[in-house]
């Protein structure tokens, strides 16, 4: 594979877009790293051969005839947030979409579908979609991930107990295929194109606008916050012993969210119930978790307001957007893989104990479940809807790269639960991409694996749609 601007071709790249020199950047403008390449994740440096920002889906089309031709990889990048800088294609050398321009978005009040440019960033497309007629719909907490990613790899947030992910909203998309072709995916057109999108896409094609499925925004939510005194390890570990088994009641309303985040000194209770304070109340947290030091709740009657909030809370935006030098994993945990009480004393002791070489790290416990188990797993190819929660663990160094000694206490966080629960089948969140997984594509994409192995050699039988963690030809 060429791996250079030469290999691609700089003039059919300019053609491609018109010749409009400000719709592409090569390695040699100035600032090009910063500005044009602009990586989210320091740790993990590349140099596109190309970042192109076109305008229209045909320009697209023709970028990716380029690569094609060039046999140069492909990556989309909508709102940049990769962890590990995915939709630049992760190695140096790939031609790089960049699809800031495409910010279309329209409403249907009959069918209460939306029309949303792959682009859009997710507090844009809040404010877009109540302005519209009071509608919403799931997604995560970052107000500036971009829909492009985020809806085809998974898109857990807060309200997906009810409603499900973010791409379980997608009814259809505009895609670019990678023989150029520009196709409307769907369960009814190109059902196995659409399949492979929610939860792949990256690996199959360029999405230019979605057709959503919206939800009619909550006229009223409550927020808590329990926060508890440091205390000594094993009171610690009784906390999350408690919060575990509240969140796998069974019958435990679809309304309610919540984490239970650890970090340097700090161990709290927080999320949301999408009701009334009364209704709220009736759940009786106080009396769940008596062991806390401060109770704080928060009624919201304005949608907006809530979902703002969600993009200030502690750590969830790494910096809202800022690059930093970060790594970060995950691990699912479903009902029939609930954690053990010796493992949580041996985990609270792990963390008491291990060297972590910053001081900037936290760990979060994520209750989903609900209307995501509701899809059968091989509906689409995102395959974790036995999950009821995740657990994501990250760590920040602001001076440099991530030290070798905080890999290994956030590797032996996610051992420790593997190796002590031989019987659980896990994996890993496809949005939360870890270079460092052993086989990358079995974890994030387990039972539906070898359905998108067959896909993929049918629509892009060149591998152009090509990342280091991309579902593989075979």
Not at 189 to 195: A, L
Request: aromatic share 10%.
């Amino acid at each position: 594979m060429g791996n250079t601007t030469s290999a691609v071709g700089q003039q059919c790249l300019l053609n491609a877009v018109g010749n409009d020199p400000s719709l592409v950047a090569f390695p040699t403008a100035l600032l090009y790293e910063s500005v044009d390449v602009s990586p989210y994740n320091l740790d993990y440096p590349v140099t596109p051969a190309a970042v192109t920002f076109p305008e229209t889906a045909e320009q697209i089309s023709a970028i990716v005839q380029c690569a094609a031709d060039a046999d140069v990889k492909v990556q989309a990048k909508s709102g940049g947030h990769s962890y590990a800088n995915y939709g630049l294609g992760g190695t140096d050398g790939a031609v790089v979409v960049d699809l800031r321009h495409f910010q279309q978005f329209s409403y249907d009040p009959v069918t209460t579908h939306a029309t949303i440019g792959a682009g859009t960033l997710l507090g844009d497309i809040d404010t877009k979609l109540f302005d519209a007629g009071g509608r919403a719909m799931s997604h995560g907490t970052s107000p500036q991930v971009g829909i492009g990613g985020h809806a085809t790899i998974g898109g857990l947030g807060p309200t997906d107990r009810q409603w499900g992910m973010a791409l379980d909203h997608v009814e259809s998309v505009q895609v670019v295929l990678a023989n150029s072709s520009i196709v409307n995916a769907s369960a009814t057109e190109y059902p196995d194109v659409f399949f492979a999108i929610k939860g792949a896409g990256a690996s199959f094609g360029i999405v230019t606008e979605f057709r959503i499925r919206t939800e009619a925004a909550p006229g009223l939510a409550v927020q808590y916050q329990l926060t508890f005194n440091i205390g000594d390890t094993s009171s610690r570990a009784e906390t999350f012993k408690a919060w575990q088994n509240f969140i796998s009641e069974p019958n435990l309303t679809r309304k309610f969210s919540s984490q239970l985040v650890l970090a340097e000194g700090l161990l709290l209770i927080e999320g949301e119930y999408f009701g009334s304070l009364a209704e709220f109340e009736a759940l009786q947290l106080e009396s769940r978790f008596p062991a806390n030091q401060g109770y704080n709740v928060t009624v919201f009657n304005d949608w907006l307001a809530l979902v703002a909030a969600w993009g200030i809370q502690l750590g969830e935006d790494l910096g809202g957007g800022i690059p930093a030098h970060f790594y970060a994993k995950s691990l699912p945990f479903s009902n029939t893989s609930l954690i053990p009480d010796s493992v949580v004393d041996d985990f609270f002791e792990y963390l008491d104990t291990a060297d972590k070489g910053t001081l900037l790290w936290f760990i979060i416990f994520d209750l989903e479940g609900g209307a995501i188990s509701d899809v059968p797993i091989h509906a689409t190819s995102y395959s974790h809807r036995d999950a009821l929660f995740w657990l994501q663990s990250y760590a920040v160094n602001l001076l440099g790269d991530i030290s070798a000694t905080t890999n290994t206490f956030l590797n032996e966080v996610n051992n420790l639960f593997i190796n002590e629960m031989p019987n659980a089948a896990f994996g890993a969140y496809p949005g939360y991409v870890d270079p460092q997984l052993t086989n990358g594509p079995e974890q994030y994409w387990g039972a539906n694996l070898d359905r998108l192995i067959e896909i993929k050699a049918a629509v892009d039988p060149q591998d152009i749609f090509h990342n280091p963690q991309s579902v593989p030809l075979q």
